[in-house]
């Protein structure tokens, strides 16, 4: 879970302004925080399957709004990924 704290630092981060929760690029980040907080759980549950669906269901929401970010304007979308650290 993700604390109120870490949520307004990356909302401060990637947003436009301290509120600007909206935003794909703001969406992108938090389910980014989302997944890697969840790492260690599914690392220590293997059997969690109820669990790795939600997870699943975030890698999904995350990877579609990459994708708009990607169609809307290219250099967000290869800046966004170089500050998350996805791609290799």
Partial sequence: MITFEQKK???SRFGKNDKDTGSPEVQI???TERI???????AANP?????NRGLMKMIGQRKNLLRY??????????KLITDLGLRK
């Fill in 36 to 42: 890697n907080d969840l790492a260690p759980h599914f």
């Fill in 69 to 78: 970010v990607q169609r809307i304007d290219q250099a967000k979308y290869t």
């Fill in 47 to 51: 059997k969690d399957h109820n669990g």
């Fill in 9 to 11: 630092k990356v909302v």
């Fill in 29 to 31: 980040a938090l389910l």
